[in-house]
């Protein structure tokens, strides 16, 4: 009989290393020994962060309550995203989580739209949108599951301080045995004949011996480069963007349940909404933008102090080759890096940990569970690479370097054909392990100016003015909803204020 891992060794914190922990927790059986080791002297990068829905999955997988989690790291409800000068540099749209109505006689809502835009209808597809009005309303409310409710068809993220997320999960991880041990990582040992690890010698002297480990050390990747040499796919040809300032700021004006995401010159500004303050930050390309004058667009365009200098972050966007290598798995930074223009990191990390143990081998060789689980994560890497991309090659910029390069360059296959197949038709094609909904999709293509050059030719058994009937209908059941929802900031005072909200209120 195979025999079972023992011992699972997390190396580093933060949370990628945290999130790893809770999930193997709750995921494998109780008797495996799970060690992770930090060092309080080697900072993180701790920034608010923005989330997709999935996150809600994984809190309900390792057991969080959701109202505790909101108070505990000041987290915010997200309906979406809002880009600013996407497309073109006047231009506004909303990517919300959820969808533009229901299906009606097997026709799609945005089908139904390009039909009445073809009839001389001006209406937007996101008037369509419940989450997209909502967000615009400063209005927020959970779904209800109901299919007979108004508030059935969008969904919800959280905006959090990624800071406090780990500490809160290094606390539900103690108390459920996980082991922590504060040192820094001194050397990896590996079996000079299988080239397996076989443990971590710390600085203080001790050495930690496991079955599996587990590498959230962030870009250096000390266990999957540094003694796999798993390799690394660079794709900054695609995604020039290769630097990022942040910055908190005081809160100001009204608690946005969105996070935004407004284009500039080398690059773009992210704002995230938490409750004690608002994470910001200018992901560029250093080569368009210097370093300080990109620092500056940043502190130009923030909308309340700075409460501290700002951090630069420099990354290289790309993959591991192996994000599993022999008997070590690679999550978050360590794995690679995609910009946060999407909220992806954190649903990355994700992915990882729950398609491991959907893999979860026994202790020794497992050729085709690594094979499978590498396929699967190189296919949601370029899922996620191609979903960014969208937004760069969409576009008519024309006042920046960055916007001539992007718009021009070669584009991977796989998206290429997406764009073409949603032109022709307006259908929003996905692949296997896409990470977004075809809602999603549609977002963006409509919202950056692809227009489809026809619409479904079914569409047409209806009468135009039923059509009309139908979208009109939709409309006016958005603004009775808006308009009976309280504001996102009454909501979080009213259900899960954290002490410094109600401290500011």
Not at 93 to 113: K, N, R
Not at 211 to 237: N, Q
Not at 438 to 446: E, L
Request: charged share 25%; proline share 6%; hydrophobic share 40%.
């Amino acid at each position: 009989m195979p025999e079972p891992i023992r011992k699972i060794v997390i190396a580093g914190g933060g949370t990628a290393g945290w999130m790893c922990a809770a999930a193997l927790r709750t995921g494998v059986p109780a008797e495996v020994e799970i060690t992770l080791v930090e060092s309080e002297d080697i900072g993180i990068i701790g920034v608010g962060e923005a989330t997709i829905p999935t996150i809600r999955d994984f809190n309900e997988l390792i057991g969080l309550e959701e109202g505790d989690f909101v108070r505990r790291t000041e987290a915010t409800f997200k309906l979406g995203i809002d880009f600013v000068g996407w497309g073109t540099k006047e231009n506004r749209y909303f990517h919300g989580f959820g969808d533009f109505g229901a299906v009606h006689q097997g026709l799609e809502p945005h089908q139904m739209w390009r039909r009445l835009k073809a009839a001389g209808d001006p209406a937007s597809l996101f008037d369509w949108s419940m989450p997209t009005q909502l967000a615009y309303a400063g209005k927020f409310f959970p779904p209800n599951p109901n299919p007979k409710s108004a508030l059935r068809d969008y969904t919800y993220a959280f905006h959090f301080d990624a800071s406090l997320y780990a500490a809160y999960l290094r606390e539900l991880c103690e108390k459920r045995g996980v082991k922590r041990i504060n040192a820094r990582i001194a050397n990896v040992g590996t079996n000079a004949e299988t080239g397996f690890l076989t443990g971590l010698a710390l600085d203080d002297g001790r050495f930690v011996d496991g079955d599996f480990f587990i590498d959230c050390t962030g870009f250096r990747g000390l266990l999957i480069e540094g003694a796999l040499k798993a390799g690394y796919t660079d794709w900054s040809h695609w995604l020039p963007v290769d630097r990022a300032w942040a910055v908190p700021c005081a809160r100001s004006g009204t608690l946005t349940p969105y996070t935004s995401a407004m284009a500039h010159e080398a690059g773009w500004q992210w704002r995230i909404p938490l409750q004690h303050r608002t994470g910001n930050g200018h992901v560029f390309s250093s080569r368009f933008m210097d370093e300080q004058a990109a620092a500056d667009v940043l502190l130009q365009n923030l909308d309340g102090k700075a409460l501290k200098d700002p951090m630069l972050v420099r990354f290289l966007t790309g993959h591991r080759n192996r994000f599993w290598a022999k008997n070590c798995i690679c999550a978050g930074l360590a794995s690679g890096f995609l910009e946060p223009l999407e909220s992806t990191s954190i649903n990355l990390i994700q992915t990882a940990v729950v398609r491991f143990l959907e893999h979860y081998p026994d202790k020794g060789p497992s050729p085709v569970l690594e094979a499978e689980y590498n396929r699967k994560m190189q296919l949601s890497y370029e899922r996620v690479r191609d979903f960014i991309i969208l937004h760069y090659v969409l576009q008519s910029r024309d006042d920046g370097e960055l916007w001539r390069y992007t718009r021009n360059m070669a584009m991977p296959d796989t998206l290429a054909y997406k764009i073409e197949l949603f032109r022709a038709r307006g259908i929003p094609l996905l692949y296997d392990y896409d990470h977004f909904h075809q809602p999603s999709w549609i977002s963006v293509f409509v919202g950056q100016g692809l227009i489809p050059e026809s619409y479904d030719p079914l569409v047409d058994r209806l009468p135009l003015d039923q059509v009309q009937s139908l979208m009109r209908q939709r409309r006016e059941q958005i603004a009775a909803v808006a308009a009976k929802l309280p504001a996102h900031e009454d909501f979080i005072r009213a259900h899960c204020p954290s002490p410094s909200f109600l401290k500011a209120s």
